[in-house]
């Protein structure tokens, strides 16, 4: 099974500053034949479910504000958020859906300094 | 607007049964893969299990295999999981979540709200 974990465990940012959250997967999800890598971003604010916000690594979905942003390939990945706004606190999860079963990272608690 | 309405949790004993219903609108049903994930009080989430858009493919999570079964009803734009046998450890919020394909090998776009399970003598 893929092992997804995510660094730090929670993060504090001030308003309008740079939150960067890492997941790094214990083997690779990069599928070669279609050059994709099977890697989601999701965000749960509090009481809420989660929350789409990037997939294949770095496509953000339909609504997502374009200061959230992916990157990555392989086994290493970036969630970055370039200017943190105050609906943005929340609990940011990767989950890798390249091999059953498809692994959830541990989660990262974004909360605002 | 598209819809994920889950149903049917509750609170049961330890070794009880309990069916999940995901009643889906605003998009074609039968088009899109479909799982449940749960999420225990105050942790993260776990994947439980898929199944593609025909019902023909399926996957559970070791935690559950032997004891849930997800199927869905295209006809009624229903899906559903079927617990048997209950544990403690299987006391959570149960989302039902839509695929961006008709596979299970996609990100989950659409999310229903949730249907609490508790499972307690």
């Known amino acids: 099974d893929i092992v997804m974990t995510q660094s730090p465990d929670s993060l504090a940012v001030s308003l309008g500053e740079r939150a960067t959250i890492h997941c790094k997967s214990s083997?690779?999800?990069?599928?070669?034949?279609?050059?994709?890598?099977?890697l989601a971003w999701y965000q749960q604010r509090p009481g809420q479910p989660p929350k789409l916000l990037i997939y294949w690594a770095s496509t953000r979905e339909s609504g997502v504000p374009d200061r959230f942003s992916g990157s990555g390939s392989g086994t290493d990945f970036t969630l970055t958020i370039s200017s943190l706004q105050a609906e943005d606190v929340a609990v940011y999860y990767c989950?890798?859906?390249?091999?059953?079963?498809?692994?959830f990272g541990q989660g990262t608690k974004l909360e605002i300094k | 607007e598209v819809q994920l309405l889950e149903s049917g949790g509750g609170l049961v004993q330890p070794g009880g049964s309990l069916r999940l219903s995901c009643a889906a609108s605003?998009?074609?049903?039968?088009?899109?893969?479909m799982s449940w994930v749960r999420q225990a009080p105050g942790k993260g989430l776990e994947w439980v299990s898929p199944?593609?858009?025909?019902?023909?493919?399926?996957y559970y999570a070791d935690s559950v295999k032997g004891r849930f079964t997800i199927s869905r009803d295209n006809s009624k734009n229903t899906l559903y999981l079927q617990m048997n046998s209950l544990r403690a450890e299987d006391t959570a919020v149960y989302y039902c979540?839509?695929?961006?394909?008709?596979?299970?090998?996609?990100?989950?776009?659409?999310w229903g709200q949730g249907t609490m399970v508790t499972v307690s003598s």
């Open positions: 199944i593609s858009d025909s019902g023909g493919s399926t």
């Open positions: 979540a839509k695929a961006v394909g008709g596979s299970y090998y996609h990100a989950f776009d659409i």
């Open positions: 605003g998009f074609t049903f039968s088009n899109y893969a």
């Open positions: 989950q890798q859906y390249y091999s059953t079963p498809h692994s």
């Open positions: 083997q690779s999800v990069l599928y070669s034949s279609n050059n994709k890598n099977y």
